[in-house]
């Protein structure tokens, strides 16, 4: 049975589409305007995807399985049928070279004469190629958050020699303890509050190992997605032997309980530690060991990113991009009961989105009204290790950088009914959001941050790995607001039945999702690529954000 948007929202979207906006662009944009036909978001073939992609035959398409063989031979059919082309020299998959890192599940841990339990206190893993690790009497050194930051005249490294240590974390960083105070970004957190960084830091301070404290509101998920996501095989990009040799030889997580007691076998009060740690750099030795002993497995092979193109009819060599990454977890083994980690939300539904977006510019360029410029489409891979793949293709791009022009990045679209705002996560980067909040006008839609900025979500998907080398990129969709009464029971309902379920084997596909929400946020991002694509204009970055100095707002 096929199922589309209902009439008045098609009539809507079609006014958006229509409406020109009222910054001012140039004529040819109008044009194009006015001359954009209706379009129709499918959602009976927007679930098939969303139910087929995160479905058992597809093992939670973990990178360099069999799951991804069928999900890179989903994407490309679908692809083809539209009638985009392959992006790589006329194929559709870019080669991502990846090493898989897994550590035994036997592991022998032993911190301030403590013996921690794997998973139960702590997750350990190793990115070296060694056969395992064997480190014995590694002195254990708090570094309070783990920052270098001159910026914000912060050293937690501060006069001392990490070589042969190992450092003890915190996870985000002072700005979530003390909002208030005006260190760092506030709640909202920086890249410094990152695990990614924190390691990265450690290992350039020549560090032996990085183990972070879990502490679940400022790290913004529970224990079991350490768990989850830090178990089993690691995904990583194939590294050169310099970078190699620099990383720590042990990395991952540690309980806060299991800290407590760790800092308490020092004399010390963990809790009073972190007080301090919030208020000015602070490192300090525990005056206590590590003995860590675990196997560890490395193999390597490619995965791959699909991408796809459709040329534009004026200015082929510029490109609008989509992401979403087509990976999850995969499957656990060790589990008892349901092994499977579909991803129905995170992220088959992103992907869903991308495809359906894709269907719809196809059938614009089909009825004589392509774009300007190309719109390109990457479904990447590893984001859930790492933003691998849109890592490797900012670092490899198939299109130049300089000619990339924006980037829309879905992941984990809106299950939860229509809402009267939008959410914008990092609200206030750059000129890129103009575009969205004018498709929200004709929706009577408001824009606004997300409401926990101290989760890091502008760092966390693969949007990021774009902006990091200037690409004004937004990460956006859903809301707080839903739109009436019975939208908003069914939100608390279906809340409840996710709950937990972020990185998960309850993150499956159901029947009873409504969809109406995304399908409207899928709008607004067509809406808004559209305009952009039948333009010449290109976005850049306001003062005082990150990327500033890489691609400037032009308005400055």
């Given at each position: 049975?096929?199922?589309?948007?209902?009439?008045?929202?098609?009539?809507?979207?079609?006014?958006?589409?229509?409406?020109?906006?009222?910054?001012?662009?140039?004529?040819?944009?109008?044009?194009?305007?006015?001359?954009?036909?209706?379009?129709?978001?499918?959602?009976?073939?927007?679930?098939?995807?969303?139910?087929?992609?995160?479905?058992?035959?597809?093992?939670?398409?973990?990178?360099?399985?069999?799951?991804?063989?069928?999900?890179?031979?989903?994407?490309?059919?679908?692809?083809?049928?539209?009638?985009?082309?392959?992006?790589?020299?006329?194929?559709?998959?870019?080669?991502?070279?990846?090493?898989?890192?897994?550590?035994?599940?036997?592991?022998?841990?032993?911190?301030?004469?403590?013996?921690?339990?794997?998973?139960?206190?702590?997750?350990?893993?190793?990115?070296?190629?060694?056969?395992?690790?064997?480190?014995?009497?590694?002195?254990?050194?708090?570094?309070?958050?783990?920052?270098?930051?001159?910026?914000?005249?912060?050293?937690?490294?501060?006069?001392?020699?990490?070589?042969?240590?190992?450092?003890?974390?915190?996870?985000?960083?002072?700005?979530?303890?003390?909002?208030?105070?005006?260190?760092?970004?506030?709640?909202?957190?920086?890249?410094?509050?990152?695990?990614?960084?924190?390691?990265?830091?450690?290992?350039?301070?020549?560090?032996?190992?990085?183990?972070?404290?879990?502490?679940?509101?400022?790290?913004?998920?529970?224990?079991?997605?350490?768990?989850?996501?830090?178990?089993?095989?690691?995904?990583?990009?194939?590294?050169?032997?310099?970078?190699?040799?620099?990383?720590?030889?042990?990395?991952?997580?540690?309980?806060?309980?299991?800290?407590?007691?760790?800092?308490?076998?020092?004399?010390?009060?963990?809790?009073?530690?972190?007080?301090?740690?919030?208020?000015?750099?602070?490192?300090?030795?525990?005056?206590?060991?590590?003995?860590?002993?675990?196997?560890?497995?490395?193999?390597?092979?490619?995965?791959?990113?699909?991408?796809?193109?459709?040329?534009?009819?004026?200015?082929?060599?510029?490109?609008?991009?989509?992401?979403?990454?087509?990976?999850?977890?995969?499957?656990?083994?060790?589990?008892?009961?349901?092994?499977?980690?579909?991803?129905?939300?995170?992220?088959?539904?992103?992907?869903?989105?991308?495809?359906?977006?894709?269907?719809?510019?196809?059938?614009?360029?089909?009825?004589?009204?392509?774009?300007?410029?190309?719109?390109?489409?990457?479904?990447?891979t590893g984001e859930e290790q790492g933003l691998l793949g849109s890592r490797y293709y900012a670092a490899n791009p198939l299109y130049p950088i300089d000619k990339?022009?924006?980037?829309?990045?879905?992941?984990?679209?809106?299950?939860?009914?229509?809402?009267?705002?939008?959410?914008?996560?990092?609200?206030?980067?750059?000129?890129?959001?103009?575009?969205?909040?004018?498709?929200?006008?004709?929706?009577?839609?408001?824009?606004?941050?997300?409401?926990?900025?101290?989760?890091?979500?502008?760092?966390?998907?693969?949007?990021?790995?774009?902006?990091?080398?200037?690409?004004?990129?937004?990460f956006a969709g859903g809301g707080s607001q839903p739109v009436d009464e019975a939208t908003s029971q069914y939100k608390d309902k279906m809340k409840q039945m996710?709950?937990?379920?972020?990185?998960?084997?309850?993150?499956?596909?159901?029947?009873?999702?409504?969809?109406?929400?995304?399908?409207?946020?899928?709008?607004?991002?067509?809406?808004?690529?559209?305009?952009?694509?039948?333009?010449?204009?290109?976005?850049?970055?306001?003062?005082?954000?990150?990327?500033?100095?890489?691609?400037?707002?032009?308005?400055?």
């Open positions: 049975m096929r199922s589309l948007l209902s009439v008045s929202t098609i009539a809507l979207l079609s006014a958006c589409s229509q409406q020109a906006p009222e910054t001012s662009h140039n004529q040819s944009q109008t044009q194009s305007q006015q001359t954009h036909t209706q379009v129709e978001f499918n959602e009976a073939r927007f679930r098939e995807d969303i139910k087929i992609l995160s479905s058992d035959k597809f093992e939670g398409r973990a990178p360099t399985t069999q799951g991804e063989k069928l999900t890179l031979d989903y994407l490309t059919s679908a692809f083809k049928e539209m009638g985009l082309q392959g992006a790589n020299k006329g194929d559709f998959l870019q080669a991502v070279p990846m090493v898989s890192y897994t550590a035994a599940e036997d592991q022998s841990i032993n911190l301030a004469g403590n013996k921690l339990t794997h998973r139960k206190d702590v997750v350990l893993g190793s990115r070296h190629d060694n056969g395992g690790v064997n480190i014995k009497h590694a002195p254990l050194v708090f570094v309070g958050y783990g920052i270098s930051a001159p910026e914000y005249d912060w050293n937690d490294y501060q006069d001392i020699d990490m070589t042969g240590k190992i450092a003890v974390v915190l996870v985000n960083d002072p700005g979530f303890a003390k909002p208030a105070s005006g260190l760092f970004n506030g709640k909202a957190m920086t890249y410094y509050g990152r695990w990614d960084y924190k390691f990265k830091e450690a290992s350039d301070r020549g560090a032996l190992g990085a183990i972070i404290i879990h502490d679940t509101a400022p790290a913004s998920y529970p224990w079991s997605v350490v768990e989850n996501s830090w178990t089993g095989a690691q995904q990583d990009l194939v590294q050169s032997k310099e970078e190699q040799a620099k990383r720590v030889q042990v990395e991952g997580w540690i309980t806060l309980d299991a800290a407590t007691e760790l800092f308490a076998k020092s004399g010390q009060s963990l809790p009073k530690l972190m007080k301090q740690a919030a208020n000015g750099p602070l490192n300090l030795p525990l005056e206590q060991q590590a003995d860590i002993q675990f196997a560890n497995q490395a193999e390597y092979a490619n995965s791959y990113n699909v991408v796809a193109t459709l040329p534009g009819k004026k200015v082929p060599d510029e490109h609008i991009l989509f992401s979403a990454h087509w990976d999850h977890i995969g499957v656990d083994t060790n589990k008892d009961g349901d092994q499977i980690y579909n991803g129905a939300l995170d992220n088959a539904s992103g992907t869903a989105g991308i495809l359906e977006i894709a269907r719809q510019f196809a059938q614009q360029a089909r009825d004589g009204q392509a774009s300007e410029r190309s719109i390109t489409f990457i479904a990447t990339s022009v924006a980037v829309f990045n879905l992941d984990s679209t809106n299950i939860y009914g229509r809402t009267s705002d939008y959410t914008i996560v990092g609200k206030g980067k750059s000129e890129l959001e103009e575009y969205l909040i004018e498709a929200l006008e004709p929706l009577q839609r408001t824009a606004r941050a997300e409401k926990h900025p101290e989760s890091g979500g502008f760092f966390r998907s693969d949007h990021f790995s774009f902006a990091q080398k200037g690409i004004p990129a937004v996710m709950k937990g379920c972020y990185h998960n084997t309850c993150d499956e596909y159901r029947e009873d999702w409504d969809l109406s929400g995304a399908l409207e946020d899928i709008s607004i991002y067509y809406n808004a690529a559209h305009s952009l694509a039948n333009s010449d204009d290109w976005p850049g970055y306001y003062q005082g954000t990150e990327f500033h100095s890489l691609r400037a707002a032009k308005s400055e």
